[in-house]
């Protein structure tokens, strides 16, 4: 059980930097509920925060609380949701300044714990990632391998295609010498048992000059003109 | 290390190819300015966050900075960017089934230190009971302390010496501490 509010210093001078602390930590929440139960109740309409802060936004985004007033740091403390507009602020804005307001031991440790973490992590990414090179370069040399070997193996199946294509032609060249040859044969053979006696012959079997049968007796009559 | 601005960081962690190790310095110092403020910005959009949670939400954030930072974000958005990343991750951590998270919402979150949402609004309620039994006086002395009121003023509205002021405040957060733990027994009992 802890009461932030009332650790509040008794030094006006350490006001800004005790809050900015709350502001950069992780008890702002707790510190603006238990202001808001202590603080006097309020009177007349809430300001808002570009109200409050008015021509020292940028000085406070660069410098710190240091560069407001009291009354402004009063402000804020007897409105204390400003405070959480105000860390919204820091955090999409502050400078260097706000950057190097220095942290409690928690959060210390847990940036420094939180970049060895990371830091692992991406160097075991990086070991990951050198070694997809060589997966990469060895799967690139297999794919190009095994297109060899494809092209090879095409080119050796279709050698032996060719070869039993001629193969088979010498077959049928040889088949048909055999068919040749035989035919020859038949030819010999019924050449040797024709008939001696049948008539030489020599001349033309028709003469159209010495068989006038076979020409047409007269011109044919012209017909009658049609009228 | 070399110290490094935040357009020099992003020229190093977006340039192709880069180089390991200034790329790691120049993320080093990014999280070294920034890991805070998008610690302190998912607690304060996501109080119930537990710790262990809030890491791994950090982290990943982070390895998406180092992994898939986009070289159109200029320097001064980048923070921006990284909240957006970051609250991006929270709402799927949010979504995503218990059993799959990394780390367990089990009965350790009971033993956490840290105050949790609930709890500190059942303090801040606490405080009210407590403020409100306290004596007229002493409840008008904590309002000008919080009023920054200067303190000679106070002493002498009082009629009190300046160093007795220190110590009323002192017993008035006594007071209420134990009147706040008081009541936490009693509603405990």
Known sequence: MRLLALDIPDDPELLAGWLEGHLMGTDLQELVAELSVLKRPAEGAAAILPQVLADKADDLLLLGLRSLSRAQLRQL????????ELQELVFERGGEYWISVPMNLEAAEHSKKSWQRLQESIRNKQDDSATVPRTAAFRTWLWAGTGWLAAMAAGVALFFVRVDQMHQLEKQLAQQASEIASLNKDLLAQRSVAPADLPEWDGQVIN??????????????DLPERN | MPSFSDHECLAILTAEPREQAVAEQALATLHDRYSRF??????????????????????ETWLRVWKHLD????????RSWLFRIGNHLAIDLFRRPRNQRETSWGERDALESRANHVDMIADAEQLQRCVEKMPARLREFVHRLLNLEDDDQIAADMEKKKSRIYQIKSEVKEMLLN?????HEAVSA
Do not use: H, K, N, V
Request: proline share 9%; glycine share 4%; aromatic share 4%.
């Open chain 1, 77 to 84: 403390l007897q409105q204390p949701r400003l405070l959480l």
């Open chain 2, 38 to 59: 998008l610690r302190l910005r998912l607690l304060r959009s996501y109080p119930g966050l537990r710790d262990a949670d809030l890491d791994e939400l950090c982290q």
């Open chain 1, 208 to 221: 159209a000059t010495s068989d006038p049968i076979d020409l047409p007796d007269d011109d044919p009559i």
């Open chain 2, 179 to 183: 009147c706040m733990e008081r009541g």
């Open chain 2, 71 to 78: 070289c159109r974000i200029r320097a001064e958005a980048f």
